[in-house]
């Protein structure tokens, strides 16, 4: 099956600075890749989402970007501040596998006001 | 309002005490997915369903079990058989159809002692 990677696993930047975590994924045929954010105690928010035929994807401050010959994706933050901080993962999805989703194993991410 | 939820946010159990976790969607999603959010770690699947009257066993399966008698419902029962109990479990659901987009209900955080 798929393997997602995910680094780092805790990130801390100081207000107004960018963060960027980045994936790794195995199977060439996974072909969408959303963002959550997760806050304590609760469930997982989509935040931006790409699928494999686009190079990036950016909305405001998020942005997405895919590597399909690297098989990897990444997720840019810019001008943070202290309301981004919470544990972000990514994900991978095979079309025709009933919809799967393999996620990542999380960053947290800490912005220093 | 339109979303997923799951009850109750906290549940506490004996061991050797079989329990059922709610979810309910208004999405008028096809597919809805369990999963088991451990700490430091990602999402693991338990079961996922893509119709009604029909479910698939994820990756961690074992000592679980589903049903999905009605669209807008998928509750989980967490048996005595299951070892590691203790977790956070998520709910979701997509649209299906090639529709990727998966969104998470709140969560139930259960507590076996």
């Known amino acids: 099956g798929e393997n997602v990677e995910q680094h780092p696993s805790t990130l801390s930047v100081q207000e107004g600075d960018s963060a960027v975590i980045k994936c790794t994924y195995s199977?060439?045929?996974?072909?969408?890749f959303p963002w959550y954010k997760q806050e304590l105690g609760k469930g997982p928010q989509l935040i931006i989402d790409?699928?494999?035929?686009?190079g990036e994807k950016k909305d405001q401050r998020i942005a997405v970007t895919l590597n399909k010959t690297a098989k990897h994706f990444s997720l840019h933050i810019t001008e943070t501040q202290p309301e981004d901080s919470a544990v972000y993962f990514c994900?991978?999805?095979?079309?025709?596998?009933?919809?799967?989703?393999?996620f990542g194993t999380g960053t947290s991410l800490t912005v220093i006001p | 309002d339109g979303g997923i939820t799951q009850s109750p946010k906290y549940l506490f159990r004996k061991e050797g005490q079989n329990v059922t976790l709610s979810c309910e969607q208004n999405?008028?999603?096809?597919?809805m997915y369990w999963y088991r959010q451990d700490p430091g770690q990602g999402l693991r699947l338990i079961y996922y369903?893509?119709?009604?009257?029909?479910?698939q066993k994820g990756d961690i399966a074992e000592g679980y079990s589903v049903s999905r008698e009605k669209k807008e419902s998928f509750p989980l029962t967490v048996t005595s058989a299951q070892k590691n109990p203790t977790a956070f479990y998520l709910c979701?659901?997509?649209?299906?159809?090639?529709?990727?987009?998966?969104?998470f209900g709140p969560g139930t955080r259960l507590t076996v002692t």
């Open positions: 979701a659901s997509t649209p299906g159809q090639g529709a990727y987009e998966q969104y």
């Open positions: 790409i699928r494999s035929n686009v």
């Open positions: 199977d060439s045929a996974s072909n969408y």
């Open positions: 369903s893509q119709i009604v009257n029909d479910f």
């Open positions: 994900a991978a999805s095979i079309p025709n596998t009933g919809n799967q989703f393999y």
């Open positions: 999405l008028n999603h096809d597919a």
